[in-house]
């Protein structure tokens, strides 16, 4: 339950303890009923779980996802591509908590899967991973934007 007016909003850092507290498995946590548990590795963006909430601004959704290899690839759809260089995440104190890594999705032509020639798509996303246990569980924020407006999507 949602309270009314709520905005779920966080910084990195606060993306990073949620993250934490359900790797650490804490249960004392307000449950976060809105961040789904999901492979979203093995769906296109667009076929993923996508239930509203009055918590997330429009065409915003998280996901927790346990990484199973480095490969980022989408069951034969397509791929996540990093766009940019991971970004560290510090404490307040200076102790790097975890890291924020941009990625794009590019969906194959015709299921060929020559990365060559794959379709970029309006699909980014940020996955956010812990210093304490690299690639066990990510947190990550899926968006998609448009000409006029950038959405947040996940």
Not at 46 to 63: C, G, H, M, P
Not at 110 to 132: C, F, G, P, V
Request: glycine residues 4%; proline residues 3%.
């Amino acid at each position: 339950m949602v309270l009314t007016g709520f905005r779920f909003s966080p910084s990195d850092e606060e993306l990073l303890d949620i993250l934490n507290q359900k790797v650490s498995g804490n249960t004392d946590i307000t449950p976060l009923d809105f961040i789904v548990e999901n492979n979203i590795y093995e769906l296109e963006p667009k076929d993923l779980q996508w239930t509203q909430s009055v918590a997330l601004n429009k065409n915003e959704r998280y996901y927790y996802c346990k990484r199973e290899s480095d490969s980022r690839e989408v069951s034969g759809r397509g791929w996540w591509k990093a766009t940019s260089h991971v970004k560290t995440i510090s404490s307040d104190d200076g102790r790097v908590v975890g890291y924020k890594r941009p990625l794009t999705f590019h969906r194959f032509r015709d299921n060929q899967r020559n990365r060559k020639d794959a379709i970029k798509t309006d699909w980014i996303m940020h996955e956010y991973e812990l210093e304490s246990i690299p690639t066990v569980c990510v947190l990550s924020l899926l968006a998609s934007f448009n000409s006029l407006l950038f959405l947040h999507k996940i």
